[in-house]
């Protein structure tokens, strides 16, 4: 197969130059019925691409043209039996591999660190999870890899479980030992599915770590829209048959149907196939970019006095001497703590995009991420260095005293709260209303997840323990956003099963 072909891309060019008298869906016939509000700004050409299945652009949901040729060459790059288009992100995808693998009340082992579209999963299947727990880095307070023993010792207690569900890479760029997991799974029958979503650029330069499907992951879904260059929402389903649970798999491409839009987005499926180009061509080249400026940048910011950058030795106890595949940090994320200055993350977060307009991926109590990709460039490191070494004198201006943190949580993370019902049950219960200030003890009706990350502390079944109460409350306290809370994401109340 010729990566150097865009078929989709070519197939939607060709639609258009056929200069059609439209009487199809979208009713806004390519590039003339747009609001000029909006098309004085960016133009019309654009619109044109978006068109929908005709006799030359194929059909997502049947595809025999150039979206089959595309996805199988997307497969043939990633070394996947079957690769799919997702129009509706990773979410969708993440829902559709949970549906496949574990039916109403069948086991599945899902990672704590998971994003909420696992719990909609569970919510769509009905399966019951167990959870394992990531480990937590405490000079960072995050949750770091899961590992082979944890996850050894979770089927070892639940071994009917149908699959493990992980994260990897995490958010903050953390890798778990997916080899080693992998043969844990597979020894007890169970698949391997992986929330790749923050990993479709690793297999392209050996100093990243190892993508799930070379790690022999079952299935994977990957957000090529995060930092592989395609439009937001444009996501991708991997499919690597290891003789496990073949029904499984045929499943959860099945399930892709469920999941969405009878009308997919041509833009968004025309993105993926050029980005799968320009990775087929360039892919090496774009990682070793954001490779490089990251590492530099990496190296500036250790050295200003009071500012902390995550590198793998913050992660791993192995001694590595050069970058290889069994790296648990993907190091073009840039996770940086100004905490010893008396910031929070938060803070630090706010004046970055406030008094610097530099805009970072995320915050937490302790840290902010800046996602590097190939397409930065060096004058955007450096706007960063430079607001980080202001804000280092600011700060060491404000005598010691003033210099309290402005908010803080309790370190560490709270412990699995008990699971009264699964997600499922929770989510079609009935269900009351009561003050969150009342909520101790009570089973949560709704899960709460601090966004972004978008991971929730409790899923919709949970007794909300007082550590996890406290934990939210902080939240809560500093009016940091949340999903799932009410309309003004105040969380004054919150729904419960009696
Ligand atoms: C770990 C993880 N998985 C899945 C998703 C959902 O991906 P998408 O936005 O492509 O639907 C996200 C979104 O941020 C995520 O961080």
Redesign the pocket.
């Known amino acids: 197969m010729n990566q150097n072909q865009t078929p989709l891309l070519d197939a939607v060019s060709a639609f258009i130059e056929t200069r059609p008298t439209y009487f199809r869906i979208p009713g806004h016939r390519l590039d003339r019925g747009i609001s000029s509000r909006w098309t004085d700004r960016v133009g019309t050409d654009i619109f044109s691409y978006d068109v929908t299945e005709t006799p030359l652009t194929d059909d997502l949901h049947q595809p025999e043209g150039a979206i089959r040729e595309a996805q199988e060459l997307l497969a043939r790059l990633y070394g996947a039996d079957q690769s799919f288009f997702l129009v ?5 995808g ?1 829902e559709a591999m949970i549906m496949g693998a574990a039916l109403e009340g069948e086991e599945i082992m899902i990672a704590r660190n ?2 909420k ?1 696992a719990m909609m999963g569970l919510i769509l299947s009905g399966a019951r999870p167990v959870y394992v727990m990531p480990e937590l880095i405490p000079e960072w307070a995050v949750q770091g890899v899961v590992t082979a023993r944890e996850v050894r010792t979770c089927f070892e207690a639940h071994p009917d479980c149908k699959a493990l569900f992980l ?1 990897s890479p ?2 903050y760029g953390i890798c778990s030992d997916l080899r080693e997991i992998a043969a844990v799974c597979h020894e007890y029958g169970a698949l391997l599915l992986v ?1 790749e ?2 990993g479709g650029h690793l297999y392209f330069h050996d100093a990243l770590p190892a993508g799930a499907l070379d790690a022999g992951a079952d299935m994977c ?1 990957q ?1 090529m ?2 930092v592989a260059g395609a439009l937001t ?1 444009s ?1 991708v389903l991997h499919i690597r048959d290891h003789g496990i649970n073949k029904p499984a798999l045929a499943k959860a491409a099945e399930n892709l149907h469920l999941v969405q839009s009878t009308s997919p987005n041509y833009l968004l499926m025309t993105s993926l196939d050029c980005a799968r180009y320009e990775l087929a061509q360039n892919g090496n080249q774009m990682m070793e970019k954001a490779l490089a400026l990251a590492a530099a940048a990496r190296s500036e910011i250790q050295q200003i006095p009071g500012f902390r950058c995550m590198d793998y030795t913050d992660i791993t106890a192995k001694k590595m001497t050069s970058m290889s595949e069994n790296c648990p940090l993907d190091r073009t994320r840039l996770v940086i703590s100004a905490k010893d200055l008396g910031l929070t993350g938060f803070g630090l977060d706010k004046i970055l995009f406030e008094k610097y307009a530099v805009n970072m991926e995320l915050a937490d109590y302790e840290n902010v991420l800046a996602i590097v990709t190939y397409a930065n460039e060096k004058s955007d490191l450096d706007r960063l260095i430079n607001a980080c070494e202001n804000i280092r004198k600011i700060q060491t201006e404000i005598p010691d005293k003033k210099k309290r943190l402005a908010n803080t949580c309790p370190s560490g993370l709270p412990g699995l709260p008990q699971q009264a019902m699964t997600p499922r049950q929770a989510y079609f219960s009935p269900k009351e209303t009561v003050r969150w200030q009342d909520a101790v003890g009570k089973i949560s009706g709704q899960m709460i997840a601090p966004y ?3 991971i929730p502390i409790v899923y919709p079944g949970e007794r909300i323990s007082r550590d996890i109460w406290e934990y939210i409350e902080c939240f809560r306290r500093d009016g940091l956003h949340m999903h799932g809370t009410d309309q003004n994401s105040r969380l004054d109340y919150i729904k419960i099963i009696n």
């Open positions: 509706n992100g990773s979410t969708c993440n998971a994003h579209s994260v995490s958010y929330d979503a923050h879904v957000s829209h995060k929402q996501s972004p990350p978008g």
